[in-house]
């Protein structure tokens, strides 16, 4: 099952590059294959018994000598980062067939080609399979954005490789100095190590990944210039390859060093939370102020990996996903308020809730999520963050909440600058409403928000065994 979820794309991808199709039925192969993916993982699901560990493996040697082998496997969590991955990848290629992009077999086969690589990294159990895969996942993203990026995408493509290959090759540095010393690369037969050079090793590479203050450089221009469905990919998904890293990697194996730069972690995450929420609250655009809210989101959730709590991990989880989900409608909703006004900058926007009720009703109830109102799912994850955090220390916490006030308020903003706020002659009163095929884009993204905010129990409570507790770990 978890080979086909890699697989599909992976091969769906090859089939794009090398038959001669157009750009529309290269298009239309590439979200048939996002949508079968998305029911492979259904059935992933249903099949899941989330009182277990790690489940659905398939292990194949590959280099015995040295431990490696192609082992991969689902925890609770990776199961729903995954669901992530092929919801999000889904509405992001179908968003990419209906404005017709250039050179489309090239463009769907990449985005085909990065979904598979992300599942890789979700399920990967080997160190050498989980780099590969993280290489795997990068390299279409330098070309989505450096060939089909906005004006200034040279600059962001080269920021995003600088950042991105320094963290890989920390990491890949960590990943030798770790499997050696082991005696195997297996993440499942692997021991724990005290080793401090290498936990910071894997730990920077994440913290680009994320990103993490103060290695979030590439992050405001790689958004800004990508197509919004790359930006909706790399905001709501690809940062949560970071999510699973930490989790996987540096929690399990080094509980000794995390513990001893626990303070030092949850005070740069802090950091993170506060000064994204206050570059997001000056940002003069929807896609700058969903850039820096994710950078502040990212905080938030490494503060409740961090706490080192069950609360903490249970509501990362959680967050990660809510995030992922309301982060890709922004991005793809700036998108369409790009198509129709030929900008997202807030001083030539407002007002474009008259007459255009599908917008309206989207961009306000995905605004109203992300500013967590009590009974939203981000509310649920951010609750249980801070929940788990005060335990590491009531300040975390005082933090955490006095952030999550500034989410209220950029929030707040950006729903009020496009929807509400007249521009007068600045306001385009010819952009039309949502088309049937832009709802059915977005649509299936909020529905899955308001489920969530439901029932959050439904990834909460599934993410760990009950009886694998961080106490129990330790």
Same mark, same amino acid.
């Given at each position: 099952m978890i080979t086909a979820l890699i697989v599909l794309p992976l091969a769906a991808a090859l089939v794009v590059w090398l038959l001669p199709l157009s750009g529309r039925a290269a298009g239309a192969l590439a979200l048939l294959t996002a949508l079968?993916?998305? %029911?492979? @993982?259904?059935? +992933?699901? +249903? !099949?899941?018994?989330? *009182?277990?560990?790690l489940q659905l493996q398939d292990q194949q040697s590959w280099f015995s000598d040295l431990g490696v082998s192609y082992h991969v496997g689902f925890f609770g969590y990776s199961l729903w980062l995954a669901g992530l991955t092929a919801v999000v990848c889904a509405a992001s290629i179908g968003y990419a067939l209906r404005v017709n992009r250039e050179r489309g077999r090239a463009y769907h086969g990449l985005l085909l080609f990065l979904m598979g690589s992300i599942v890789g990294v979700f399920t990967a159990q080997d160190l050498l399979l989980f780099y590969v895969f993280f290489e795997a996942m990068l390299i279409p993203i330098? /070309?989505?954005?450096? /060939? @089909?990026? !906005?004006?200034? #995408?040279?600059?962001a493509t080269a920021t995003f490789v600088i950042y991105t290959m320094a963290g890989s090759l920390l990491m890949l540095a960590a990943i030798v100095a770790f499997g050696l010393s082991q005696g195997t690369f297996s993440l499942v037969d692997s021991g724990t190590s005290a080793n401090e050079w290498v936990f910071l090793g894997f730990l920077a590479a994440f913290a680009v990944k994320a990103p993490i203050f103060p290695f979030h450089g590439w992050l405001v221009d790689a958004y800004r210039e990508s197509p919004p469905e790359v930006a909706a990919i790399l905001s709501g998904v690809v940062s949560k390859a970071a999510v699973y890293g930490l989790l996987r990697i540096v929690i399990a194996k080094f509980p000794e060093p995390v513990d001893d730069f626990q303070v030092a972690i949850l005070a740069f995450a802090a950091v993170g939370l506060?000064?994204?929420?206050?570059? %997001?609250? #000056?940002?003069?655009?929807?896609?700058? /102020?969903? +850039?820096?809210?994710? =950078?502040? &989101? =990212?905080? $938030?959730?490494? $503060? !409740?990996?961090?706490?080192?709590?069950?609360?903490?991990? *249970?509501? %990362?989880?959680? &967050?990660? /996903? %809510?995030?992922g989900l309301v982060s890709a409608a922004l991005f793809l909703l700036a998108g369409m308020v790009e198509t129709r006004t030929g900008s997202s900058v807030f001083a030539v926007l407002g007002g474009m809730a008259r007459g255009r009720p599908a917008l309206a009703t989207l961009l306000m109830t995905t605004g109203i999520i992300a500013l967590a109102v009590p009974g939203s799912v +981000?509310?649920?994850?951010?609750? $249980?963050?801070l929940a788990g955090v005060y335990e590491a220390g009531w300040g975390w916490a005082a933090v955490g909440a006095g952030a999550i006030v500034l989410a209220a308020m950029y929030m707040l903003r950006l729903i009020s600058a496009v929807l509400h706020r007249s521009r007068g002659e600045d306001v385009r009163e010819e952009a039309p409403d949502l088309r049937p095929l832009e709802l059915a884009l977005v649509v299936p993204l909020v529905a899955a928000l308001l489920f969530l905010s439901a029932w959050p129990a439904s990834i909460s409570e599934r993410s760990f065994p009950e009886s694998d507790t961080i106490e129990a770990t330790e």
């Open positions: 079968v993916e998305v %029911a492979l @993982w259904a059935v +992933a699901v +249903a !099949g899941f018994d989330f *009182n277990q560990g330098y /070309v989505l954005i450096g /060939v @089909w990026g !906005g004006p200034r #995408r040279v600059r506060v000064y994204g929420s206050l570059l %997001a609250f #000056r940002a003069p655009d929807l896609r700058s /102020v969903t +850039a820096y809210s994710s =950078m502040a &989101q =990212m905080g $938030l959730i490494v $503060l !409740g990996l961090f706490s080192l709590t069950d609360l903490g991990r *249970n509501g %990362a989880i959680l &967050q990660s /996903v %809510a995030h +981000a509310f649920a994850g951010e609750f $249980l963050i």
